[in-house]
Every structure is written in structure tokens, then in C-alpha cells.
């Protein structure tokens, strides 16, 4: 009877075991992220020169984009998002996976020069960037900040250029709740569901964007990292 007992609690062991070994969520054109794991990448660009990679977390926004430059004009290496003479641009897109549940956070380091501007997204699918952008973040080269989501503008904000600054953005899919930070001040507290033109999307991440999208939009980021789970 109590071999019988024991046979049992082992076969229910072995059952749990496997469902907590479920697979996680992939995409050929995303980074691998697991509904049962947690995630913590940073990228400073510090490796020797010329040996960041396109990979399955860093890849092209568009056919039409420059591949990044890695620039070591300041302090630490840092990539730069510009716009050139000839009409093309650094459009680079940072996969966080077709996430639907769980809370992350993904923050970098931003420096604006002067006269110049950054624009930076969020996309909700990886595998087509384009398809549902949920907010978008403009640095405009007059020093203020216009976040777009949920069909409304928030102005107000102002940033220093040529200074470093911390962005960081807290996704919460559980309770549908989005946070944006500069320098730890709230300059977005928005559903998550929200995309930039209206009130209605999807609850999910797919990926950052970061692009030149005017003339003047001239950035650096660096420390861009992903943490949760």
C-alpha cells in the first residue's frame, strides 16, 4: 500500500515538472523570452571595435536604414541614431519577443546634442513592427517633450541637451499599466492597451524602436537594458 502511495506522488511530481518546463514564446525575428523565466540583458557597446552584431535583439527598422554606427567620441562607447544628407537614416529596432503576460522594464541612457532632436516607439508585434505602435516619445531639438498615446499628447516636459539622461519604461501586461520616466520624473502613466492614436489595442510587447526621423534627430543611447519576467 505504501509502495502504491509513493508510485502515485511520483508520477504527479514528474506531471508538474514537465508543465513548468513549457516552451517559451520565440520568433525568428525576436529575442527569446519565456513566460516562466526571468530576463536580465544590458548592452553598453563596449566590446572591441567593430564587434556589435546584428542579431536576433538588434535588427534593421527598414531596408532603407543605415547599420548603426558605434561612436567612442565620449566617455564610453555609445550608439548613435542619425539622419544623413543622402535622405536615409539609423532605424534600429530592439525585439523584447511578442510578450503577453508578466512585468518588465527596459531603460538606456540618452544624450541629445544640441540643435538635434531623438524620436523613440514602442511596437506591440516583432514580427511586424509597423503593424500597432503603442506610444512614441519625440525630443524635439527646442528642448521639450511630446509623448503620443492613447490619441492624446502630453506636453510640458523639457529636457538638457548634451547631458545624459535616464529613460526608463515599466511594462506591467497583468494590469494593462505603462510608465515612462525621464530622470525618474513621470512624464507617461497610460494603459498599456493604448496605441499612439487611440484608445484601443492590444495588451502585449514586441519591440523598441529607435530611429532618426527628421532632419534634426541626432541621439545617442547606451546601457539599453531588459529586465523581468
Given at each position: 500500500?505504501?509502495?502504491?502511495?509513493?508510485?502515485?506522488?511520483?508520477?504527479?511530481?514528474?506531471?508538474?515538472?514537465?508543465?513548468?518546463?513549457?516552451?517559451?514564446?520565440?520568433?525568428?525575428?525576436?529575442?527569446?523570452?519565456?513566460?516562466?523565466?526571468?530576463?536580465?540583458?544590458?548592452?553598453?557597446?563596449?566590446?572591441?571595435?567593430?564587434?556589435?552584431?546584428?542579431?536576433?535583439?538588434?535588427?534593421?527598422?527598414?531596408?532603407?536604414?543605415?547599420?548603426?554606427?558605434?561612436?567612442?567620441?565620449?566617455?564610453?562607447?555609445?550608439?548613435?541614431?542619425?539622419?544623413?544628407?543622402?535622405?536615409?537614416?539609423?532605424?534600429?529596432?530592439?525585439?523584447?519577443?511578442?510578450?503577453?503576460?508578466?512585468?518588465?522594464?527596459?531603460?538606456?541612457?540618452?544624450?541629445?546634442?544640441?540643435?538635434?532632436?531623438?524620436?523613440?516607439?514602442?511596437?506591440?508585434?516583432a514580427d511586424?513592427?509597423?503593424?500597432?505602435?503603442?506610444?512614441?516619445?519625440?525630443?524635439?531639438?527646442?528642448?521639450?517633450?511630446?509623448?503620443?498615446?492613447?490619441?492624446?499628447?502630453?506636453?510640458?516636459?523639457?529636457?538638457?541637451?548634451?547631458?545624459?539622461?535616464?529613460?526608463?519604461?515599466?511594462?506591467?501586461?497583468?494590469?494593462?499599466?505603462?510608465?515612462?520616466?525621464?530622470?525618474?520624473?513621470?512624464?507617461?502613466?497610460?494603459?498599456?492597451?493604448?496605441?499612439?492614436?487611440?484608445?484601443?489595442?492590444?495588451?502585449?510587447?514586441?519591440?523598441?524602436?529607435?530611429?532618426?526621423?527628421h532632419s534634426?534627430?541626432?541621439?545617442?543611447?547606451?546601457?539599453?537594458?531588459?529586465?523581468?519576467?
Amino acid at each position: 500500500m505504501k509502495n502504491l502511495l509513493y508510485l502515485t506522488i511520483l508520477v504527479l511530481l514528474t506531471a508538474c515538472q514537465k508543465e513548468e518546463l513549457a516552451d517559451p514564446i520565440t520568433n525568428t525575428n525576436s529575442a527569446v523570452i519565456s513566460l516562466r523565466t526571468k530576463i536580465n540583458q544590458c548592452e553598453d557597446f563596449e566590446g572591441p571595435q567593430g564587434s556589435f552584431k546584428i542579431d536576433k535583439t538588434w535588427q534593421l527598422g527598414s531596408k532603407k536604414s543605415y547599420e548603426p554606427i558605434i561612436s567612442s567620441s565620449g566617455p564610453s562607447n555609445q550608439m548613435l541614431i542619425a539622419n544623413w544628407s543622402d535622405g536615409t537614416e539609423t532605424n534600429m529596432m530592439y525585439f523584447l519577443g511578442d510578450v503577453t503576460n508578466g512585468k518588465y522594464e527596459f531603460s538606456f541612457d540618452l544624450i541629445v546634442p544640441q540643435g538635434h532632436g531623438a524620436f523613440i516607439s514602442m511596437h506591440k508585434y516583432a514580427d511586424s513592427p509597423f503593424k500597432d505602435v503603442g506610444f512614441d516619445i519625440h525630443f524635439k531639438d527646442s528642448g521639450q517633450i511630446r509623448l503620443r498615446a492613447g490619441g492624446e499628447t502630453t506636453p510640458g516636459s523639457t529636457f538638457e541637451h548634451d547631458k545624459v539622461m535616464k529613460i526608463n519604461m515599466t511594462f506591467d501586461l497583468d494590469k494593462d499599466a505603462t510608465t515612462v520616466k525621464v530622470n525618474n520624473y513621470v512624464i507617461g502613466d497610460f494603459d498599456l492597451s493604448n496605441t499612439y492614436k487611440d484608445a484601443s489595442g492590444a495588451t502585449r510587447l514586441g519591440s523598441i524602436n529607435f530611429r532618426s526621423l527628421h532632419s534634426s534627430t541626432h541621439y545617442y543611447i547606451d546601457n539599453v537594458c531588459l529586465s523581468g519576467g
